[in-house]
């Protein structure tokens, strides 16, 4: 089981995660800002889902007709609306 502190730096997590910082550090969204263990809390291979952080955006029928958050605003690595 793979474990680390909040603050390990983004750069540790590329050595096995290449793809995804690459785009994550080419992306001009505001999560390049982040680093990889503020999204992946302290275990490996959590995925988070965008509502834990951004709550639910847009109102309940437009979330039931596009459940999945990356079908329109691509995904977290790269967000692109």
């Known amino acids: 089981q793979v474990t680390y502190p909040d603050d390990t730096p983004s750069k540790l997590c590329a050595s096995c ?6 785009l ?6 505001k999560h390049n ?22 709550g639910i955006p847009h109102p309940d029928d437009m979330m039931q007709k596009f459940p ?3 079908e ?7 967000v692109t609306k």
């Open 33 to 54: 800002a982040r680093s990889c263990a503020d999204c992946h809390k302290s275990q490996h291979k959590m995925i988070p889902k965008c509502e834990d952080c951004h």
């Open 72 to 78: 329109c605003h691509g995904i977290a690595h790269d």
């Open 17 to 22: 995660h290449q793809t995804a910082y690459d």
């Open 68 to 70: 999945v958050c990356g």
């Open 24 to 29: 994550l550090m080419a992306s001009a969204a």
